[in-house]
């Protein structure tokens, strides 16, 4: 079984930056499996914030492109979010997910808070 683990959420104000850990029980992100990040503000739907695939390829949220950067470590089998100029609108909670065929995989989540 497959568990994600989300670290480096917090409060920050508009402007500044995070830097979001998804660290993974088991060896999912040695594989091919595609790892990213997605949000859930409330009273709204979980959206998509970034993916990677195993190969490196990126793909952003229009939202989140030129502010965000999704990053991997494969030999540490974690998945990293750095966000800069972080925005008020961009507070949520923000999920790690894994993808591989037709296994797929959540964390807890992690709170980001950014004040104005």
């Known amino acids: 079984q497959v568990q994600l683990v989300e670290s480096g959420g917090g409060l920050v104000q508009a402007g500044g930056s995070l830097r979001l850990s998804c660290a993974a029980s088991?060896?999912?992100?040695?594989?091919?499996?595609?790892g990213g990040w997605y949000r859930q503000a409330p009273g709204k739907q979980r959206e998509l914030v970034a993916t990677i695939t195993s190969g490196g390829s990126t793909n952003y949220a229009d939202s989140v492109k030129g502010r965000f950067t999704i990053s991997r470590d494969n030999a540490k089998n974690t998945v990293y979010l750095q966000m800069n100029s972080l925005k008020p609108e961009d507070s949520a909670v923000y999920y790690c997910?894994?993808?591989?065929?037709?296994?797929?995989?959540w964390g807890q989540g992690t709170q980001v808070t950014v004040s104005s």
């Open positions: 088991g060896s999912i992100f040695r594989t091919n499996a595609m």
């Open positions: 997910n894994a993808h591989l065929v037709r296994l797929e995989y």
